[in-house]
């Protein structure tokens, strides 16, 4: 998730922003109508569109549509309340058959057991950081489409003509420390510091552990950087560019323990959205257990249970 605010450097807490300009361009297009003479065309079954989003061909839950067509899209609020009946009714319909499985677009399969695992409180939501230690060619490292489309704000299906440290200079990722915890990591290119959003710090209290999670990306950030910014004169960019960390501590603690991962996203969501580490401190446990719920049904229907994904065939 790349982002284009730049942070005002001047606070340590950076809890405010500074909003960049953004110059819009204005496309103009014209429609061009396209006839049949054949009768049968106007007539014919609609066949079913392959999704952008997952794999294969097939047709949503009718019960799913309604039920997403019905919810209403409030404006954003990072912390909104959930209908309890309608997510009674989406959990309901899941657990008819939790094994039903889908390929969404980044290649991976999810289940209907995933989205229910991802809405209950205290469930956890279970690299190539090795190979970039052995590569003796390091600025010459392949670091593959996913980092490439993170730092250039370009994605197979977007035509964007985005430039990195120019329209994008803050890329949002969650990260996975150790085996069992996921952090937010707000990685601002320009001043070259990390923010770390943690919601259980305490697990990684001391500066030595931060390091040792956190040794691998800062070590390798200059050289992505150099690899997909412009050319420079630098030659060591491992001395030039170096990146810093810096966590916050008066942000939501997950003390009950086994949130991480969904808190790690809302963290990131509401920082996206210009919300201070201090709005972050005022989510509580029933807050979570909310925006797991909302998560669950609000990826289905994006990944899944989209109308617009698929017509019935």
């Given at each position: 998730m790349t982002?284009?605010?730049?942070?005002d450097?001047?606070n340590?807490?950076?809890?405010?922003y500074l909003?960049?300009?953004?110059?819009?361009?204005?496309?103009?297009?014209?429609?061009?109508?396209?006839?049949?003479?054949?009768?049968?065309?106007?007539?014919t079954?609609?066949i079913?569109?392959?999704?952008?989003k997952?794999?294969?061909?097939?047709?949503?839950?009718?019960?799913?549509k309604?039920?997403?067509?019905?919810?209403?899209?409030?404006?954003?609020?990072?912390?909104?309340?959930?209908?309890?009946?309608?997510?009674?009714?989406f959990q309901?319909?899941?657990?008819e058959?939790?094994?039903q499985?889908?390929e969404?677009?980044?290649?991976?399969?999810?289940?209907?057991?995933?989205?229910?695992?991802?809405?209950?409180?205290?469930n956890?939501?279970?690299?190539?950081?090795?190979?970039f230690?052995?590569?003796?060619?390091?600025?010459?490292?392949?670091?593959?489409g996913l980092?490439?489309?993170?730092f250039?704000?370009?994605?197979?299906r977007?035509?964007?003509?985005?430039?990195?440290?120019?329209?994008?200079?803050?890329?949002?990722?969650?990260?996975?420390?150790?085996?069992?915890?996921?952090?937010?990591?707000?990685?601002?290119?320009?001043?070259?510091?990390?923010?770390?959003?943690?919601?259980?710090?305490?697990l990684?209290?001391?500066?030595?552990?931060?390091?040792?999670?956190?040794?691998y990306?800062?070590?390798a950030?200059?050289?992505?950087?150099?690899?997909?910014?412009?050319?420079?004169?630098?030659s060591?960019?491992?001395?030039?560019?170096?990146?810093?960390?810096?966590?916050?501590?008066?942000?939501?603690?997950?003390?009950?323990?086994?949130d991480?991962?969904?808190?790690a996203?809302?963290?990131?969501?509401?920082?996206?959205?210009?919300?201070?580490?201090?709005?972050?401190?005022?989510?509580?446990?029933?807050?979570?257990?909310?925006?797991?719920?909302?998560?669950?049904?609000?990826?289905?229907?994006?990944?899944?249970?989209?109308a617009?994904?698929?017509?019935?065939?």
């Open positions: 982002e284009s605010r730049t942070p450097v001047g340590s807490k950076l809890s405010r909003t960049r300009s953004l110059k819009k361009a204005e496309l103009e297009g014209k429609c061009i109508p396209i006839s049949s003479t054949k009768k049968y065309d106007l007539q079954k609609r079913p569109r392959r999704s952008t997952i794999g294969g061909v097939y047709t949503p839950d009718k019960r799913l309604k039920l997403f067509q019905s919810c209403k899209k409030p404006k954003y609020t990072p912390l909104a309340d959930l209908e309890k009946a309608q997510f009674q009714e309901s319909i899941l657990r058959n939790p094994a499985e889908f969404i677009v980044i290649g991976i399969h999810v289940s209907n057991k995933f989205f229910l695992s991802l809405a209950r409180p205290t956890w939501v279970s690299t190539e950081f090795a190979e230690e052995k590569a003796s060619d390091k600025l010459g490292f392949n670091w593959g980092v490439s489309f993170s250039t704000g370009k994605t197979p977007r035509n964007d003509k985005k430039v990195l440290l120019v329209d994008v200079d803050r890329v949002y990722t969650p990260m996975m420390w150790g085996k069992d915890h996921w952090v937010g990591l707000v990685i601002n290119l320009t001043c070259r510091q990390v923010e770390i959003l943690d919601c259980n710090i305490p990684n209290e001391s500066d030595n552990e931060v390091n040792k999670h956190m040794a990306l800062l070590r950030l200059p050289h992505v950087l150099a690899a997909f910014s412009p050319p420079s004169d630098s060591h960019p491992e001395e030039d560019q170096a990146f810093s960390w810096v966590r916050p501590d008066n942000i939501y603690f997950n003390e009950r323990s086994g991480c991962g969904p808190c996203v809302k963290f990131l969501e509401m920082h996206a959205a210009g919300y201070s580490y201090e709005d972050m401190g005022q989510i509580d446990d029933k807050k979570v257990d909310i925006f797991r719920q909302k998560y669950a049904m609000d990826t289905y229907e994006e990944f899944i249970g989209n617009k994904v698929q017509n019935d065939g």
